[in-house]
């Protein structure tokens, strides 16, 4: 048998026409014509102001908190459980990641946790739309309002979901974006930061760029700062997917659909959660599974991968991995986030790869199922 993949593009022959003209016609005075129509698309898509291609989402969370005015002695709250990129920027700039617990139905940021951990130092909060799905926006902007803190939305995982009508990523100061090999929109690697704050969005362009201003010919600059750019290749290829991106959505929302019908009423399975004031995009397919089944997400992980299914870890708490796990921060949050301790061991990433078809769907689902059924039997699994 094939082994199933667990993330992957769909790319089409207007990716490779449009990449093709790039980096044919992309230079001399046409050097930068693919990144002024991919941000000019994106920020119509989101119906923001401003966008700005960067070579990765981490980068634009880097320049979210500097242009925000993060730094040493200010605190950030971040969920517990996502990515270590959500949170690593949070430590570039010299502030203090502070992690806060996930909301037991979505995953992403609980607003109530966000609260409990508010202090004088806190300064901005990164919401994680994560998987796709949605925080509780008004909850958390209620919460930021009232403490005057700044919001950058990590919407990396999120292009195309939506709460009560409005577009992941337009919410807050700042939103940012992930255009790696393994998201649904991709440029290979990329991403991409958005904005109504025109000032903001002024300070990150002179950030990007060595700290110069944009369109300067006189090689002059005013400080030191980062060099974040993406090449015409991958803007070529991330404008040709973002005038995909309906059918790309859909066809993550068909794999979801196809695993739930499978999934569906089997005891013990937790899928993602279809918030109803949300629009998700089922980015990866997900599954929590009963600790009663005793096996953790390494070991489920083990077995699906002997069986030619590959599949990815739920993203262990930030407070539990070495990078962050001896900070007074990470001692704090091992006592107080119950709900990532208590999901994200048990908890897998199934194939969720544009390239799933019906077939694969059911081969992972009858695999998954077999090994449940091993597993409650106390059959040994192997
Ligand atoms: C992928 C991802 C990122 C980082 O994206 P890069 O483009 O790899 O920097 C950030 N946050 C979350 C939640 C992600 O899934």
């Given at each position: ?11 089409t ?16 005075g046409?050097?930068?014509v ?11 898509y ?14 634009g ?5 500097l ?9 950030v709250?971040?969920?517990?459980a ?13 502030a ?6 996930i909301?037991?139905r ?7 946790s966000f ?11 990164i ?29 990396a ?5 939506e ?7 337009s ?25 109504d704050a ?41 404008l040709?997917?973002?005038e995909?991106i ?15 019908k ?23 397919v997900t599954?929590?599974?009963d ?12 077995i ?14 930030l ?13 704090l ?5 119950q ?12 194939p969720?790869?544009l390239?799933?078809?019906?077939e ?13 059924r ?9």
């Amino acid at each position: 048998m094939e082994r199933i993949p667990v993330a992957g593009p769909w790319i089409t022959q207007k990716e490779i026409d449009y990449v093709t003209d790039a980096v044919t016609n992309g230079w001399y005075g046409n050097a930068n014509v693919y990144h002024e129509r991919f941000e000019r698309a994106f920020a119509g898509y989101l119906g923001v102001r401003h966008a700005m291609a960067l070579p990765s989402c981490t980068s634009g969370i880097h320049l979210a908190l500097l242009a925000l005015g993060v730094g040493p002695g200010d605190e950030v709250i971040v969920p517990d459980a996502t990515w270590i990129a959500s949170a690593a920027p949070i430590t570039y700039v010299g502030a203090t990641p502070v992690f806060a617990d996930i909301d037991e139905r979505t995953w992403c940021l609980s607003a109530e946790s966000f609260e409990a951990c508010v202090t004088p130092k806190t300064k901005a909060v990164i919401p994680v739309a994560l998987y796709g799905n949605m925080p509780d926006m008004d909850a958390i902007e209620d919460v930021a309002r009232q403490h005057g803190i700044v919001i950058v939305e990590d919407a990396a995982e999120a292009i195309g979901s939506e709460y009560k009508g409005k577009k992941a990523g337009s919410f807050g100061d700042a939103g940012v974006f992930s255009f790696h090999g393994s998201k649904t929109l991709t440029t290979g690697e990329g991403g991409m930061l958005v904005t109504d704050a025109t000032k903001l969005f002024e300070r990150a362009q002179f950030l990007r760029d060595h700290g110069r201003k944009p369109g300067d010919k006189m090689f002059f600059n005013h400080e030191v700062a980062y060099k974040y750019k993406m090449t015409s290749m991958q803007a070529a290829l991330g404008l040709a997917q973002l005038e995909r991106i309906e059918e790309l959505l859909e066809q993550k929302r068909r794999i979801f659909s196809l695993y739930q019908k499978e999934l569906n009423g089997v005891e013990g399975v937790t899928l993602n959660y279809g918030t109803p004031d949300a629009k998700n995009v089922y980015w990866m397919v997900t599954v929590v599974l009963d600790p009663k089944f005793n096996l953790s997400k390494e070991r489920l992980m083990e077995i699906m991968s002997e069986r030619n299914i590959d599949c990815r870890p739920f993203f262990h708490p930030l407070s539990s991995i070495p990078a962050y796990r001896d900070t007074e921060q990470a001692r704090l949050a091992r006592a107080r986030n119950q709900v990532s301790y208590r999901l994200t061991p048990y908890g897998l990433n199934l194939p969720s790869a544009l390239s799933m078809t019906k077939e694969k769907v059911g081969i992972v689902c009858t695999t998954l199922k077999d090994i449940l059924r091993e597993s409650a039997s106390g059959s040994q699994v192997s």
